[in-house]
């Protein structure tokens, strides 16, 4: 890389949030003030206010010598997007609080706010504020999130019912096989600067673990099909721990057919490379931010018609448990393995 | 500390957000849900709201040899409180995010939550939400803070006009001097356990540091005597890297009287002490948390019979600079040699 390097000491806090939030303009009417006062100020008549946040700590959540920063950037602010779509809202606001070691420059700042800019752009959000902070080792990323969404219409975790259809967007396991397939690469460069790693043929598993997209595009279809889920949550840590979480908090049970899970051609083929399960894979691979909802059983043809929408399964009384019924029809109790970056629980039933 | 210590990989996340939000109730008419959905769901109708986030790091904002962890959540969810009644707003929900390393156990973030919780008590304050995650070093604390203010009282930093009056609560410089001594005495204990600080005729100083309070008080104090501030903000930076931020948004100078500035007397015992100048640590020292603000002329009278509040100036022309005028008539440029926990800027006008 030949490019300009400045030290963040040169320009201090203020400067460097100065030089990153320049020309920043608000797009969103209940934007009233945005960086460069104590808190920024929103205003939302009538409407129910959403509110999410996501940390994202280097060497835990990513791995900066395959992640660009600027994708890391954009990909920092779409998870948190995608958690409010997952709500039935639209994102309207973001604060970005960043910890910085010594070693980034404010070059590298810049390349990871032009990806949080090309988010905000893209998705129609304002950048209002954040704080900005040394780091002792490595980088810290904290973003939160604030929408809306019509008053009544707020999808929560807890609101499936006994019958009610399962649903996921797009497909399962990629973003997973992404990540397997950057590891994989990184160990055969080891280190060396002029590797080129072998993408061909798995440009969309890069794509979905770099640059991974908040589905809007399902939010507004189900809109416009007149369709509210009872349940909806969005898939960052896998389908079956996601899944768990909308049974416990709406005390039911579920089933879903293992022939119904979407899983891509690419991510089929890089599991038989990493000799890994396929199925495995598709319900605890992570990081996919596809939506996963539940609606009643009269919607069974208008929610089919979605494209990019798949029925998997349905939701059962909670005394039938949580299961997957294999291509030859053994069920088989749904488990929590996960994709969090957090050390596994021993116990499964603590998920929330 | 003879402490039960439960692994964190024993509860997983889940368990431990589970464990730590455990029968959290909500105060707030504006909070509709809270933890355990992928956002918090908040409404305010036909009001403004306001949105402020903080990011704490070990060894960067706190040590955690003389920071006892309940204090530090305290401190945390405080100063986030400090930033929305700065706006003359009140603060409604907060959202945590933390970043834990190996060696925390979950008691110890149970600690850090009864902090959390007893400010968000003591200060009608719903904890909403957040994430959790680990961290390769050491902790990491993130809070986002949502309030409220009726439509048209909020109060930005960029309304101070030529001839207002400069107002500040409390007293400054005794956060930073708090710090000093807890400082000089981790250094003096050399790591003896058993070692007994001596803080005897300096506790204002410890609690100040320790255990700061948002001025709620002066906020409901204004309110009562119908006086809305042209400019305010809170002080965390020192009142002259404050003061800079006041006058660099409104377009004014400003002078301030040195014989104006309130100083606690075991600030000016404590700056004996360690050989510091007393004006110097007041302008600069942070952490303080009081309020500075600017009230027009004509609310002389009113602004000065609240108690805890003194006018230590006014708001000039803007070719006029920024000064401190000394005891002796001698007026000196007020620089922002700031407490922020970043390198110091090399151009003192780069801060925001």
Known sequence: M?????????LGEFGLIDRLTEGIEHVNASTVTGVGDDAAVLRY??????VSSDLLVEGIHFDLTYVPLKHLGYKAAVVNFSDIYAMNGTPRQITVSLGISSRFTVEHMEQLYAGLRLACELYGVDLVGGDTTSSRSGLIISVTCIGDAQAGKVVLRSGAKNTDLICVSGDLGSAYMGLQLLEREKAV???DKDFIPKFEGKEYLIERQLKPEARRDIIAALAEKDIV?????DISDGLSSELLHICKASHTGCRIYEDRIPIDYQTAVMAEEVNMNLVTAALNGGEDYELLFTVPLHCHDKVQSIEGVKVI???TDPQLGCALVTRDGVEMTLRAQGFNHMPPAQDNDSQQ
């Open 313 to 315: 399964g349905h939701i």
């Open 189 to 191: 460069s080891a280190g």
């Open 45 to 50: 008549p009538d409407t129910e206010v959403l």
């Open 2 to 10: 030949n490019q300009k390097h400045t030290e963040i000491s040169q």
């Open 229 to 233: 889920p009872t349940a909806m949550m």
